[in-house]
C-alpha cells in the first residue's frame, strides 16, 4: 500500500501543533480549564498553500486505483498522521491539578525530533511563547515561534510562524526552497465524557 511521507521538517510541524494541549501549558502552575473531552483543529500553510487539503488530493489520487481494504488503511494513516486538521483528546481532572513543568515540554519536543532545540521564553496560566530552531539531516531548515493564549475554561488558541529552507520531497507538491509556515489552532472544550478518547501522556 502506497504512503503518504512527511519529511522530518515537516512533522516537527505538525508535533508542534498537536504537542500544545494541556498538558504542554504550565510552568508548575495550574492552568484553569476544565477536565473532559477537548477538540482541536488547525489550518497549516507553507508558502501560502494548504497542507491537509494538497494531502487529501494525493490521497484522492492514489486511492483510486486501491480496493476498499487498501483505501481503509489509507485513511487511517492519515489520521495518525496528524494530517486531517482536527483532533480530539481528553484531560483528566488530576492532569489539570498537576499542570505540567517547561523542562517536561523541552524534552518532550526534543525528543521527538532529535535536530531541534526548543527555548521556552515564558510559560503561565493565561499562555505562552516559545522558540524553536531546527536543522533536519535532509537539510531542511526552520526557525519557528509559536505563542497559545488560554481564552477561557474552555478554548484556547495557538499560533506558530516559522521561516527557513525546505528540501525536495518536504512537502508533496511543493518545490524546495525557501518556506514560511504558519499554524492556527483553535481547541474547544466539547464535554465531561471523555468516551474512549484517551487522555494525553
Given at each position: 500500500?502506497?504512503?503518504?511521507?512527511?519529511?522530518?521538517?515537516?512533522?516537527?510541524?505538525?508535533?508542534?501543533?498537536?504537542?500544545?494541549?494541556?498538558?504542554?501549558?504550565?510552568?508548575?502552575?495550574?492552568?484553569?480549564?476544565?477536565?473532559?473531552?477537548?477538540?482541536?483543529?488547525?489550518?497549516?500553510?507553507?508558502?501560502?498553500?494548504?497542507?491537509?487539503?494538497?494531502?487529501?488530493?494525493?490521497?484522492?489520487?492514489?486511492?483510486?486505483?486501491?480496493?476498499?481494504?487498501?483505501?481503509?488503511?489509507?485513511?487511517?494513516?492519515?489520521?495518525?498522521?496528524?494530517?486531517?486538521?482536527?483532533?480530539?483528546?481528553?484531560?483528566?481532572?488530576?492532569?489539570?491539578?498537576?499542570?505540567?513543568?517547561?523542562?517536561?515540554?523541552?524534552?518532550?519536543?526534543?525528543?521527538?525530533?532529535?535536530?531541534c532545540k526548543v527555548n521556552v521564553i515564558s510559560a503561565s496560566e493565561k499562555g505562552g511563547k516559545f522558540n524553536a530552531v531546527c536543522n533536519m539531516q535532509n537539510g531542511?531548515?526552520?526557525?519557528?515561534?509559536?505563542?497559545?493564549?488560554?481564552?477561557?475554561?474552555?478554548?484556547?488558541?495557538?499560533?506558530?510562524?516559522?521561516?527557513?529552507?525546505?528540501?525536495?520531497?518536504?512537502?508533496?507538491?511543493?518545490?524546495?526552497?525557501?518556506?514560511?509556515?504558519?499554524?492556527?489552532?483553535?481547541?474547544?472544550?466539547?464535554g465531561s465524557d471523555c468516551g474512549s478518547i484517551k487522555s494525553v501522556e
Amino acid at each position: 500500500m502506497k504512503k503518504i511521507s512527511t519529511s522530518a521538517g515537516l512533522r516537527f510541524l505538525l508535533c508542534t501543533a498537536s504537542a500544545l494541549t494541556f498538558n504542554a501549558y504550565a510552568e508548575n502552575v495550574s492552568v484553569k480549564i476544565t477536565p473532559g473531552l477537548w477538540e482541536s483543529d488547525h489550518v497549516m500553510l507553507v508558502n501560502g498553500q494548504n497542507i491537509v487539503e494538497m494531502m487529501r488530493k494525493q490521497m484522492e489520487k492514489s486511492m483510486a486505483s486501491m480496493t476498499a481494504e487498501q483505501r481503509a488503511g489509507m485513511e487511517k494513516s492519515l489520521a495518525n498522521s496528524g494530517m486531517s486538521g482536527k483532533s480530539q483528546y481528553c484531560v483528566t481532572p488530576e492532569q489539570v491539578a498537576k499542570g505540567m513543568d517547561v523542562e517536561s515540554f523541552k524534552k518532550k519536543m526534543e525528543s521527538s525530533q532529535k535536530n531541534c532545540k526548543v527555548n521556552v521564553i515564558s510559560a503561565s496560566e493565561k499562555g505562552g511563547k516559545f522558540n524553536a530552531v531546527c536543522n533536519m539531516q535532509n537539510g531542511s531548515t526552520s526557525n519557528a515561534t509559536g505563542e497559545y493564549i488560554v481564552k477561557s475554561d474552555k478554548e484556547w488558541t495557538y499560533n506558530m510562524v516559522s521561516d527557513g529552507v525546505m528540501a525536495a520531497g518536504t512537502v508533496p507538491g511543493a518545490p524546495a526552497g525557501k518556506m514560511h509556515a504558519t499554524i492556527d489552532a483553535h481547541a474547544r472544550w466539547k464535554g465531561s465524557d471523555c468516551g474512549s478518547i484517551k487522555s494525553v501522556e
